[in-house]
């Protein structure tokens, strides 16, 4: 019999001890982001209303828009309920939009900069973090402060909720939560609440969800 030499068992025994071990694959933290960014990625273009109720200090703000937004980075908003009633806008990326504002000034047309206080909500938020596009972004950019768990039924239908903690105030306008809720169904956004503390000073209600309804550039 023949047997291996000396120097090659005992590298086969050291290889022996030191083989990988294969581990259990570590559970995904946010399957629902993935799942938000997969059902995303299926879509050209939508059409929405968004029901909104914000505050800062003592002034509230309710508001109905209609949205519609066309990939990479057309939008269009109107306000169809509450102040400014009947004004709206139009953005085709960068930094400036175009609109007009609601009653006696609705046919005065106007190219302002995105972030002017006729063209942002009480808050300040701008036009494009409506998009489903800046939320998927955003919480992805801060997904370290991120945790899922299961969210309340909205509109009758669960929701999976991603939560966003720890935020620093002074880069949030003040707020130090940010609440998501996806439909389990569709896989997207179905409402955003956003606190100050424990006040929450922001909510936005996705309705009417129209996906891929052919939207064109030249609608914007």
Known sequence: MTYPSRPFFIAALIAAFVAPVSLPAQADPLPALDAFSSAWSKVDSYTCKIVTHETKDSSTQDRTYGYEYLKPHFAKISIDSGPGHGGGATWHGGDTVSGHQGGLLRGIHLTVSIHDGRATSLRGDTMDTAAFQYLLDYYRGNDAHATQAAGPAVDGAPTDEIVLTDLDPTKTGGVTRDLLLIST?????VER????????????????????????????
């Open 185 to 189: 169904k569709t896989h997207l956004p």
């Open 193 to 220: 609440q956003r606190f100050a503390g424990s006040a929450l000073v922001k909510s936005e209600h996705y309705i009417d969800v129209a996906l891929n309804p052919g939207l064109k550039e030249s609608d914007f």
